[in-house]
């Protein structure tokens, strides 16, 4: 799922690095996007709509929309499209508006 040959643009590949989403280890580079890393091992819904429920999947890839909004390392509201990827990554699929806990646990 991933170009590797293009006439054009060349991509250089970080280190591959492990990291999980909902629980499940996934694999993807160093420094790509997390939801290029999702998409190459085969994740299309990235979230799912507050009202509705319906899910979504990548969308814009520059940080304009919400549809890439997944919770990355404890922190909600996370754009994955303009995310680079580390080892050890924490990624969750967000099912609501996202909360930050502030100090003391306090909503």
């Known amino acids: 799922m991933r170009i590797t040959d293009h006439p054009i643009l060349h991509f250089k590949l970080g280190r591959r690095v492990r990291f999980t989403l909902d629980g499940e280890e996934l694999w993807g580079h160093e420094g790509e996007p997390v939801s290029a890393a999702l998409h190459d091992s085969g994740v299309r819904i990235l979230r799912y709509s507050i009202k509705e429920k319906r899910p979504r999947g990548f ?8 549809s890439c909004l ?13 995310t680079p990827l580390h080892e050890g990554m924490v990624v969750r699929r967000q099912h609501d508006k996202g909360h930050l806990l502030v100090e003391g646990g306090a909503r």
């Open 59 to 66: 969308f814009c890839a520059i940080g304009n929309c919400s």
């Open 70 to 82: 997944m919770v990355v390392d404890g922190v909600p509201n996370t754009r994955v499209c303009v």
